[in-house]
């Protein structure tokens, strides 16, 4: 079935810091990929998603591209402000595995100033 | 325009018990899906509900059923609760059954 790994948290940077959280996938199929972001008190929302392979998904300021030949869809972000802590979640959907959305654990994100 | 919002935020039960939570979905959504989250865990999918039907159902027991009304709300029923149904349950929204899901902040159950 379909199954996603992502770094173990928290992650603690300093403001303005290069952010990347690790996500790696297992899919039978060509899945679609996503992130997800919970903010403190909030829902989640999607921050950004690829459908096929070596799609860069992109949204305030983060990006991840997916690497089929890898199976993974690292999130990057050049310059972190404290506003971006949360907890980021890595997802996938399709690729022939179950229903739904497969979600990662989670990677609690927190930006110091 | 309001977004998902789920009711009740928090409630407590004792194993054995049934419970019921309710969604009422983005305003033009006609989808609803609910996921369950362990502490410490990413969402689960239990099943998804387009057009009153249940559409697609992950890896849950009978014991998790659900509803979808004419007006697109939802409710998540589980009987015989077990301590291990202690999670956050969140429903999302969308606008058709592949389309983008938003998501409610949650029902917390607490099952003693």
């Known amino acids: 079935g379909n199954s996603v790994t992502q770094m173990e948290g928290p992650v603690t940077l300093s403001e303005e810091a290069f952010l990347t959280i690790n996500c790696t996938y297992t899919a039978t199929g060509y899945p679609s990929l996503f992130w997800y972001v919970q903010y403190p008190g909030e829902g989640l929302q999607l921050l950004l998603k690829a459908t096929k392979a070596d799609d860069k998904g992109s949204n305030k300021g983060f990006e991840a591209t997916y690497r089929k030949e890898t199976t993974s869809f690292h999130l990057e972000k050049g310059s972190v402000q404290v506003s971006d802590s949360a907890v980021y979640f890595c997802a996938l959907e399709g690729g022939g595995g179950a229903d739904g959305l497969t979600f990662g654990k989670g990677t609690h994100l927190i930006i110091q100033p | 325009d309001a977004g998902v919002t789920q009711s009740p935020t928090h409630l407590i039960k004792t194993r054995g018990q049934q419970v019921t939570l309710r969604c009422s979905p983005k305003?033009?959504?006609?989808?609803v899906s609910w996921y369950q989250q362990a502490l410490g865990q990413g969402p689960q999918f239990i099943f998804q509900y387009y057009e009153e039907e249940e559409r697609q159902r992950g890896n849950f027991p009978d014991r998790f059923s659900g509803h979808q009304f004419p007006n697109y709300s939802s409710e998540l029923n589980v009987n015989a609760l077990l301590l291990g149904d202690s999670a956050l349950y969140l429903c999302?929204?969308?606008?058709?059954?592949?389309?983008?899901?938003?998501f409610g902040e949650g029902s917390r159950l607490t099952v003693l």
């Open positions: 305003s033009g959504h006609d989808t």
């Open positions: 999302a929204s969308s606008l058709s059954p592949t389309g983008e899901l938003f």
